[in-house]
């Protein structure tokens, strides 16, 4: 009976970590969101209303195909890397270090989406074109579908069921 208590006892501790690790990581990609969004609002209000005008100076057509190229270009980095720092998941057998591989590229990968967002912000802003309207949205499913879930990490690093448990239990509120 003492043995059974012990072993309630362990996990909880464990998990209090795993929890940790996944509300941080939780917030962290909310407070993103919740910055760029306002952001990219407004300046897309504004270029809509056609009405207001901020005297910006008028940028070579050439910084705009850079600001598209970047977008497009970051958009397809964040994905490959993204995966690419995945997979350094199946290097080890803890579990709390494969949940810290993979909140640490999912932070880089919400970085660069915060980054892609913001460019295309500025790109609506200074040159109204829809391209910037299509980038961000491109940007914003990745920033809908990579949110970490628990099914999303259970399959992304192949967990087997106690563990995919384990993570569950993290990711439910205190």
């Given at each position: 009976?003492?043995n059974?208590?012990?072993?309630?006892q362990?996990?909880?501790?464990?998990?209090?970590?795993f929890?940790?690790?996944?509300?941080?990581?939780?917030?962290?990609?909310?407070?993103?969101?919740?910055?760029?969004?306002?952001?990219?609002?407004?300046?897309?209000l504004?270029?809509?209303?056609?009405?207001?005008?901020?005297?910006?100076?008028?940028?070579p057509?050439?910084?705009?195909?850079?600001?598209?190229?970047?977008?497009?270009?970051?958009?397809?980095?964040?994905h490959?890397?993204?995966?690419?720092?995945?997979?350094?998941?199946?290097?080890?057998?803890?579990?709390?270090?494969?949940?810290?591989?993979?909140?640490?590229?999912?932070?880089?990968?919400?970085?660069?989406?915060?980054?892609?967002?913001?460019?295309?912000?500025?790109?609506?802003?200074?040159?109204?074109?829809?391209?910037?309207?299509?980038i961000?949205?491109?940007?914003?499913?990745?920033?809908?579908?990579?949110?970490?879930?628990?099914?999303?990490?259970?399959?992304l690093?192949?967990?087997?069921?106690?563990?995919?448990?384990?993570?569950?239990?993290?990711?439910?509120?205190?």
């Amino acid at each position: 009976m003492n043995n059974s208590a012990n072993l309630t006892q362990t996990p909880i501790v464990d998990i209090r970590e795993f929890r940790k690790v996944y509300k941080n990581l939780d917030r962290f990609i909310m407070i993103l969101l919740v910055l760029v969004l306002p952001v990219f609002g407004m300046v897309y209000l504004y270029q809509s209303s056609g009405e207001l005008t901020w005297n910006l100076p008028e940028l070579p057509l050439l910084v705009g195909q850079i600001l598209t190229g970047l977008g497009v270009g970051l958009v397809l980095v964040q994905h490959i890397l993204f995966r690419k720092r995945v997979k350094l998941v199946f290097q080890t057998d803890e579990l709390l270090a494969k949940l810290k591989i993979y909140a640490n590229a999912t932070r880089e990968r919400y970085l660069i989406l915060f980054l892609v967002a913001l460019l295309c912000s500025a790109g609506l802003l200074f040159f109204g074109s829809a391209i910037y309207n299509v980038i961000f949205a491109t940007a914003l499913f990745f920033f809908s579908v990579g949110k970490p879930t628990p099914d999303r990490i259970k399959s992304l690093m192949k967990l087997n069921k106690e563990d995919a448990e384990v993570i569950r239990l993290a990711s439910r509120p205190d």
